[in-house]
């Protein structure tokens, strides 16, 4: 056996023979790693073979047909229900529910299907005083305690299983390697393996990965390149509520999400996101402004709060949860430089409740309304919805689906919605909702403070 050494990047995956103090790839500093790969004489390597291509009208669909599950929420996030052969990736923080959640669909998709839940981190013992707990015994659920990728990889071929589970991918190794198990190495091996096994063999993967706590999946970025389909699970250990939200999908819609409620039982489906955000929402109190976001193909509506308040620090201080914060800092300067809003000696906090993080642009106008609210004191029209992206000129620009969301607010209750000047064209005027247009946040603060 022929020994080699390489250094690998943790953060992009890019390979040299030397290391290196900044990656040429990606730019990050202090990221390269050593491994060392074994490698077979050449008389024992196979030999190579061409393919025969094949007409993509002679390719056959009808195994790949979605299999759909109980949870109409997992479903959606999926993009219509689960594609055999594909290799999905489930990350979240410890204690999030990621382990629960997929023991519980091991459990209802064993009543068809064989399914095997590989646990490198918890004993077989463990698991079932889990499943007591959660009354998932399924039918066809075998469990395996094992770290090492051979066993697995063997083991997986022989049970015939249609689905595995393997919880997690940071504990395997490969004997090839020398590197520890979760170095950069081992996870692209071990994941490299799951993938050629499920395109072979039409094997349906969950693969469970851990988070850094900048909240990055652990390992490295070339693991979100492999998988089919990348979940992330979000919200607030404390809280009852959690958003599994589809970063990836090769099979469906990105940013698609599903709301689940954590009980005794597991994870319960929330059919209605938006009235889950709102619940407990203050009425008549300054910096509360509701949002209508589209969050895949669903419109949600979320409570954006601000506050603003004198700062005695020389520096004033500026926190966002749940958006994000450069965003947030500019629509600060630019409700400064054109809206007239003296907030440079002002502490400026900014929070989406409920634990969901919002990121596309329709959010600015609900933050630029609240913090409006907050600094005059002057609470917003309870019935009001925002939506609107703004421009560093200080124009309100036109979001995508105008329609989609005012028909939400509308099944929500709200009977005003303020938008964008430019996306009157785009919705049906009706009486039961009262339209406020404005092109400027100069016209959006001269109507919020009357």
């Known amino acids: 056996m022929k020994r080699t050494a390489t250094f690998i ?5 890019y390979e040299t023979v030397k290391w ?18 074994q490698s077979a004489p050449r008389t024992q390597q196979a030999a190579f073979h061409s393919l025969t291509p094949v007409n993509i009208r002679d390719i056959d669909t ?13 479903d959606r996030v999926l993009g219509g229900g689960i594609v055999p052969g594909s290799l999905v990736l489930c990350c979240g923080e410890p204690g999030i529910g990621k382990s629960t959640f997929l023991l519980q669909v091991s459990s209802e998709l064993s009543e068809t299907k ?26 066809s659920l075998f469990v395996a305690n094992e770290t090492n990728l051979e066993v697995i990889a063997q083991t997986i071929l022989e049970s015939e299983a249609a689905y595995v589970i393997i919880d997690s991918i940071q504990t395997l190794y490969s004997p090839r390697l020398t590197s520890a198990p979760g170095s950069v190495s081992q996870v692209r091996e071990c994941t490299l393996r799951f993938m050629q096994m499920a395109n072979d063999n039409a094997i349906t993967f969950f693969i469970v990965g851990h988070v850094t706590k900048e909240g990055a999946i652990a390992g490295p970025r070339v693991l979100e390149h492999m998988v089919d389909c990348v979940l992330y699970f979000e919200g607030e250990r404390q809280q009852s509520y959690r958003i599994l939200r589809a970063v990836k999908n090769r099979f469906g819609s990105t940013n698609e999400i599903g709301v689940f409620e954590m009980t005794d ?22 910096g509360s402004a509701i949002v209508c976001s589209i969050e895949g193909t669903r419109p949600v509506l979320a409570e954006v709060q601000g506050l603003v308040a004198s700062s005695p620090l020389a520096i004033p201080r500026r926190m966002s949860s749940g958006v994000d914060v450069n965003r947030s800092l500019l629509i600060i300067a630019i409700l400064e430089k054109r809206g007239g809003l003296p907030l440079a000696n002002q ?29 005059a004191q002057k609470p917003l029209p309870c019935e009001m919805a925002f939506f609107g992206e703004i421009g560093l000129t200080g124009e309100i620009r036109t979001v995508s689906q105008a329609q989609r969301r005012l028909d939400e607010a509308k ?27 404005v092109k400027n946040i100069a016209d959006a603060k001269k109507y919020i403070l009357g």
Not at 20 to 37: A, Q, Y
Not at 62 to 74: L, W
């Open 9 to 13: 990047c943790r953060e992009c995956g």
């Open 20 to 37: 290196l103090g900044k990656c040429p790839s990606c730019g990050e500093w202090n990221t390269f790693d050593e491994i060392t790969v």
């Open 62 to 74: 009808q195994s790949g047909e979605r299999v759909t599950t109980q949870s109409e929420e997992f």
């Open 114 to 139: 064989k399914v095997l839940y590989i646990s490198g981190e918890e004993s077989a013992s463990q698991l079932r005083l889990r499943a007591n707990r959660l009354n998932m015994l399924g039918n």
């Open 265 to 286: 039982k597991g994870l319960v489906d929330v059919p209605n996101p938006s009235l889950m955000l709102l619940s407990g929402r203050p009425i008549d109190v300054p």
């Open 347 to 375: 502490d400026v906090y900014i929070n989406v409740t409920g634990g969901i993080r919002i990121t596309e642009p329709a959010v600015d106008m609900a933050i630029a309304a609240a913090l409006i609210s907050s600094a």
């Open 411 to 437: 099944k929500m209750g709200f009977t005003k919605c303020m938008l964008p000047f430019d996306s009157l064209g785009a919705i049906e005027r009706t009486d039961a909702m009262e339209i406020v247009s």
